[in-house]
């Protein structure tokens, strides 16, 4: 019985009832620490969790904070910390602070406890600049999705501070159409900004980096002719995941992965994926590659910031033949690609957060 209350109460209700517990938490029982300076970024919904992607989005967002907005101190808040997070700050909030939250592809109902998190970081702080760092948003057209997407309107529009980024043109749109009242703009995935081309290394063998969950597109037969082909086309191959599928990892073990796969993929004569950020990991490391689309556009649409590299093979229309044509154009190419500096794209997310 009380199981099936619990599954009863709303994940909202929860939140407000944990957050009028924290009211009354002395600051010293807090574990946080934020520097007393004149002028502080906060990052909330940090990645501490095992998706490698929303890792490297929180590194490349922390990087661009900090080289642009030189005299500010930039401080994390672990998503797994968000409320304890969002009352200390709250209590410890200066006028000049500046508020983010995280890029990604959790914006909309499918997430929904991530969106509820966000929301509650834009009413917490309704008279501090925010900037919600390059997202892909995807509300449902069924009922729930649509009340969901009237809250969010509601919250959004009622920040008079708010800074939108959409990482591609149909997010930008919605934006647009929906959030009439909040700036908004259109640049690549804060992770396209990062260079990770050194050290260079040698090449040898492929990546296969293909995720195995509900966002997959090939079917299990397509996949096992893929590992056909990259078995006799080259003389290894590994298999590796933006997903190590760990909670609660520390600043400097989620660095360190980072890192490590950013290694292997710079090791590799190609990598084959069909994830969003195991093709922009390929980017930022002028690793060739070959991308096959997921069940969703993000793969797709950021594909339109990057379609200029000589490295990235997208291959919209699955066929084996397909694979093998672009493994042979990869193995036969003696083109040094050079990789395009994206960060000029966000030139103007400065210049528009003075003027919020």
Same mark, same amino acid.
Request: proline content about 3%; overall charge positive.
């Given at each position: 019985?009380?199981?099936?209350?619990?599954?009863?109460?709303?994940?909202?209700?929860?939140? =407000?009832?944990?957050?009028?517990?924290?009211?009354?938490?002395?600051? =010293?029982?807090?574990?946080?620490?934020?520097?007393?300076?004149?002028?502080?970024?906060?990052?909330?919904?940090?990645?501490? +969790?095992?998706?490698?992607?929303?890792?490297?989005?929180?590194?490349?967002?922390?990087?661009?904070?900090?080289?642009?907005?030189?005299?500010?101190?930039?401080?994390?808040?672990?998503?797994?910390?968000?409320?304890?997070?969002?009352?200390?700050?709250?209590?410890?909030?200066? =006028?000049?602070?500046?508020?983010?939250?995280?890029?990604?592809?959790?914006?909309?109902?499918?997430?929904?406890?991530?969106?509820? +998190?966000?929301?509650?970081?834009?009413?917490?702080?309704?008279?501090?600049?925010?900037?919600?760092?390059?997202?892909?948003?995807?509300?449902?057209?069924?009922?729930?999705?649509?009340?969901?997407?009237?809250?969010?309107?509601?919250?959004?529009?009622?920040?008079?501070?708010?800074?939108?980024?959409?990482?591609?043109?149909?997010?930008?749109?919605?934006?647009? =159409?929906?959030?009439?009242?909040?700036?908004?703009?259109?640049?690549?995935?804060?992770?396209?900004?990062?260079?990770?081309?050194?050290?260079?290394?040698?090449?040898?063998?492929?990546?296969?980096?293909?995720?195995?969950?509900?966002?997959?597109?090939?079917?299990?037969?397509?996949?096992?002719?893929?590992?056909?082909?990259?078995?006799?086309?080259?003389?290894?191959?590994?298999?590796?995941?933006?997903?190590?599928?760990?909670?609660?990892?520390?600043?400097?073990?989620?660095?360190?992965?980072?890192?490590?796969?950013?290694?292997?993929?710079?090791?590799?004569?190609?990598? &084959?994926?069909?994830?969003?950020?195991?093709?922009?990991?390929?980017?930022?490391?002028?690793?060739?590659?070959?991308?096959?689309?997921?069940?969703?556009?993000?793969?797709?649409?950021?594909?339109?910031?990057?379609?200029?590299?000589?490295?990235?093979?997208?291959?919209?229309?699955?066929?084996?033949?397909?694979?093998?044509?672009?493994?042979?154009?990869?193995?036969?190419?003696?083109?040094?690609? &050079?990789?395009?500096?994206?960060?000029?794209?966000?030139?103007? &997310?400065?210049?528009?957060?003075?003027?919020?």
């Amino acid at each position: 019985m009380i199981t099936k209350l619990k599954k009863l109460i709303s994940h909202k209700t929860k939140v =407000k009832a944990l957050l009028y517990k924290l009211k009354f938490k002395p600051d =010293k029982d807090f574990n946080f620490k934020i520097p007393d300076t004149n002028k502080r970024i906060f990052i909330f919904l940090a990645a501490d +969790y095992g998706n490698l992607g929303d890792v490297a989005i929180t590194y490349a967002q922390h990087k661009f904070l900090t080289n642009t907005f030189e005299d500010y101190v930039t401080t994390e808040i672990p998503i797994s910390k968000t409320l304890s997070g969002l009352e200390f700050v709250r209590r410890n909030i200066k =006028k000049d602070d500046i508020i983010t939250t995280v890029g990604g592809g959790n914006m909309g109902d499918l997430y929904e406890q991530i969106e509820n +998190y966000r929301q509650l970081v834009f009413e917490y702080f309704p008279n501090n600049k925010i900037i919600s760092f390059p997202q892909t948003i995807d509300f449902s057209e069924s009922e729930s999705g649509q009340i969901a997407l009237a809250n969010a309107q509601r919250v959004y529009s009622g920040h008079k501070h708010l800074l939108l980024l959409a990482r591609e043109q149909k997010t930008f749109d919605f934006f647009q =159409k929906n959030f009439p009242n909040n700036k908004s703009l259109l640049v690549p995935d804060i992770v396209m900004s990062l260079n990770r081309v050194e050290p260079i290394f040698e090449r040898k063998g492929a990546v296969i980096c293909l995720r195995e969950d509900k966002e997959k597109k090939l079917t299990r037969e397509q996949n096992k002719q893929l590992v056909e082909a990259f078995s006799s086309n080259f003389e290894s191959h590994i298999f590796r995941d933006t997903h190590i599928g760990t909670d609660f990892m520390s600043l400097k073990n989620r660095v360190g992965e980072l890192f490590s796969i950013w290694n292997t993929f710079k090791m590799a004569e190609v990598v &084959v994926t069909d994830r969003l950020h195991g093709m922009i990991f390929c980017f930022i490391t002028n690793t060739p590659a070959i991308v096959l689309l997921n069940n969703n556009h993000k793969v797709q649409s950021s594909y339109e910031w990057i379609k200029s590299s000589k490295n990235i093979h997208l291959i919209p229309d699955y066929s084996i033949d397909k694979v093998k044509i672009a493994i042979e154009k990869i193995k036969s190419s003696n083109e040094e690609n &050079v990789k395009e500096d994206l960060l000029k794209h966000f030139s103007e &997310v400065k210049k528009v957060i003075s003027q919020l």
